[in-house]
């Protein structure tokens, strides 16, 4: 079985602009949560889809906003980026969403702001 | 979530058994207790997870103190491979209303030599 993928692998963007990143889940897997990963915070909750709903939501500003598909496949969108945007974000799927499943991440996507 | 304490690093020699410990003092009778681990710049590993009793898969092993105040994962035979940040976190098993969200603290970062 597939894992979890995510694209694109490594985005460049300026400050200012907005991103996008896609995260596929595994197959079968209902829920899929994002974090954002810097040297300085650490591994970060950012939010969490289920049904395409947004069920949980991490301290970040409404910058940071996401939406789940119907396949459950979920994106992520960052405006006006900003230098300190600069991370990992990772996806991670689970197949219920119940705070009992085990999360699996996917490889993340690298985003530098210039 | 209870919060873990973890040693910041440590080293282990290659071929030998790597015994990493948690503190979770504070832990409450429905929280599990997960492993996961990250090698650089990579999408954090799920390991193993537990609540009371131990377990063991064909990566490690999870040691749960009776009082459930500890634990240790064990690797019975580290490789080069298994160098990475290893993150213990607790999570409150909720059965409804999701709450699909992780906290991770800062880990130890295992170093496994010749």
């Known amino acids: 079985k597939a894992g979890v993928t995510q694209t694109p692998r490594y985005l460049i963007k300026t400050r200012g602009q907005q991103v996008t990143l896609s995260c596929s889940p595994i197959?079968?897997?209902?829920?899929v949560s994002w974090y954002q990963q810097t040297p300085g915070q650490g591994l970060q909750f950012l939010f969490e889809?289920?049904?395409?709903?947004?069920?949980n939501k991490g301290n970040f500003p409404g910058r940071f906003s996401g939406r789940q598909f119907s396949n459950s496949r979920s994106e992520m969108n960052v405006s006006t980026l900003e230098l300190g945007d600069s991370a990992l974000y990772l996806c991670?799927?689970?197949?219920?969403?119940?705070?009992?499943?085990?999360?699996?991440f996917g490889p993340g996507t690298r985003l530098t702001v210039l | 979530d209870a919060k873990t304490t973890q040693p910041t690093s440590m080293d282990c020699a290659e071929g030998r058994a790597a015994n990493l410990p948690c503190n979770h003092s504070?832990?409450?009778?429905?929280?599990?207790v997960y492993w996961y681990r990250q090698i650089h710049s990579q999408g954090p590993q799920y390991i193993i997870h537990?609540?009371?009793n131990n377990e063991t898969n064909e990566m490690a092993s999870l040691i749960i103190t009776e009082d459930r105040k500890s634990s240790t994962l064990i690797l019975p035979h580290a490789t080069l491979r298994d160098t990475a940040v290893y993150y213990c976190?607790?999570?409150?098993?909720?059965?409804?209303?999701?709450?699909?969200?992780?906290?991770f603290g800062t880990g130890t970062q295992l170093k496994v030599e010749l």
């Open positions: 991670a799927s689970s197949l219920r969403g119940q705070s009992t499943d085990t999360q699996y």
């Open positions: 197959s079968g897997h209902r829920s």
């Open positions: 889809y289920f049904s395409e709903t947004q069920r």
């Open positions: 504070t832990i409450s009778g429905n929280e599990y």
């Open positions: 537990g609540l009371k």
């Open positions: 976190i607790v999570r409150v098993a909720v059965i409804t209303g999701g709450g699909n969200k992780l906290t």
